[in-house]
């Protein structure tokens, strides 16, 4: 069953808590993981109309493009590269406020400018990346953190 998302709040915060309440709702018990997926990503590009959001999953010692919303994107990117793999490799989140500042950037378009990338845990083994791009240098703060984070340990539950 297809949903609309209804935007709501004045405060990013209150936007977040909207949206990922809906999220929780639209996704209900749907156990499939790549559709899950990619309505997360899909409901965060429509909500807050960022350049891109995606998934990357982990395979072996990559990390493999999955579910995203917006332009084409790098299909492969190693353990310990760029904001995702480093991400990934440090077991944290990443906030980027210049993505030409990062060292070892992978730049999959050059029209992104800020980054925030959120590990997704399962059974304390990072199983996917959540990475969202802005156009806009210094584009996201620790609420996207704090948020995106929130919304990742609950996706983490349902995959």
Same mark, same amino acid.
């Given at each position: 069953? &297809?949903?609309?998302?209804? %935007? ?9 808590? &909207? #949206? ?8 209900? *018990?749907? %156990? @499939?993981?790549?559709?899950? #997926? ?5 409901g965060l590009k429509q909500y807050f109309d960022f350049f891109w959001v995606g998934f990357y999953l982990v395979e072996n010692t990559e990390l493999? #493009?999955?579910?995203?919303? !917006? =332009?084409?994107?790098? @299909?492969?990117?190693?353990? !310990?590269?760029?904001?995702? !793999? ?5 077991? %944290?989140?990443?906030?980027? =406020? ?5 060292? *070892? ?13 959120? =590990?997704?845990? %399962? ?37």
């Amino acid at each position: 069953m &297809a949903e609309s998302l209804l %935007k709501s709040g004045t405060t990013k915060a209150e936007q977040y808590e &909207a #949206l990922i309440q809906q999220l929780m709702h639209l996704i209900g *018990g749907e %156990k @499939n993981a790549i559709a899950n #997926l990619a309505n997360v990503a899909a409901g965060l590009k429509q909500y807050f109309d960022f350049f891109w959001v995606g998934f990357y999953l982990v395979e072996n010692t990559e990390l493999v #493009l999955g579910p995203f919303q !917006g =332009p084409i994107a790098c @299909n492969r990117i190693a353990y !310990g590269r760029g904001v995702c !793999g480093s991400a990934w490799e440090q077991k %944290k989140s990443l906030l980027v =406020p210049n993505v030409e500042e990062f060292p *070892g950037h992978i730049a999959c378009s050059s029209l992104s400018k800020s980054e925030v990338v959120i =590990p997704l845990r %399962k059974n304390d083994l990072i199983i996917a990346v959540l990475d969202v791009d802005s156009d806009t240098l210094n584009d996201f703060d620790e609420v996207d953190v704090l948020y995106l984070e929130k919304l990742c340990d609950w996706l983490s539950t349902v995959l």
